[in-house]
């Protein structure tokens, strides 16, 4: 099953290489669509080039902040919901309106009150709030369905059911979803950073290409974003599959 996943994938990366192509020749302008083999090129002066690397760890961390920002009140808020439904109902609106915020106008309005390197880590932590949220109740929800009646029976204390069954148990299926919520959280950072032009950082880097029609230097940043996010992912489906195996 994993190599006919894998062969589809593959087949699904070739398709959107030769849709490319397809596009390239059809429109035949560079300020438009770059070519692939030009996209290539900048990749590699790109990689080679230390300020590459200084923009690619600082956005890199501010990925990680935000992350981490929205993780430990969103767990904290789904442990509450899950024990307490007056709280789910009482949290249920909060997540609404952080899920339907809109983006741009919260970045414009948090450019007045922080700095260009602090907004982009404000809005990701906001947008992955939610996310993070469902995916830890959900997790915690399908645990308490399965081992509900065995703790009621022995009485386990509440911090100790938390701390010992709880988060354990749901921690391999939150972590199934955690690599598409960093891989979202990045493209919202670099977002933020197009919007606020961050200095040393990949989406500053993105709207200096745009600013001077470099189009391939802005390819090749937006294809290693791409390689970015499905490297996180990855990641994140190899850390769940060892610590299911070590589980079993």
């Not at 899950?82 to 309106?97: D, E, N, T």
């Amino acid at each position: 099953m994993a190599k006919k996943n894998a062969l589809f994938s593959l087949l699904a990366v070739i398709a959107l290489w030769l849709a490319w192509l397809i596009a390239y020749y059809s429109v035949k302008n560079d300020y438009v669509l770059p070519s692939f083999w030009d996209a290539c090129a900048q990749m590699g002066r790109l990689l080679a080039d230390a300020s590459f690397w200084r923009a690619f760890g600082n956005t890199l961390l501010r990925t990680l902040w935000a992350f981490l920002g929205s993780l430990v009140p969103g767990i904290v808020m789904a442990v509450g919901a899950h024990l307490v439904k007056g709280l789910r109902a009482f949290f249920a609106p909060i997540v609404s309106v952080l899920r339907t915020l809109p983006t741009m106008a919260v970045i414009l309005m948090l450019l007045l009150w922080t700095s260009p390197s602090v907004t982009p880590v404000i809005v990701s932590a906001l947008v992955l709030f939610p996310a993070v949220y469902a995916a830890a109740l959900a997790a915690l929800d399908e645990v308490g369905e399965e081992y509900g009646d065995a703790v009621r029976a022995f009485r386990v204390p509440l911090l100790r059911r938390i701390g010992t069954m709880y988060l354990p148990l749901a921690a391999p299926a939150f972590l199934k979803q955690a690599g598409g919520i960093f891989s979202l959280g990045l493209k919202v950072v670099i977002s933020g950073e197009v919007l606020a032009n961050t200095y040393r950082s990949l989406g500053g880097m993105m709207q200096e290409a745009k600013l001077y029609l470099q189009m391939p230097r802005l390819m090749a940043l937006t294809l290693l974003v791409l390689l970015l996010g499905f490297a996180l992912e990855g990641v994140c489906r190899l850390a769940y599959r060892l610590i299911v195996r070590w589980r079993a």
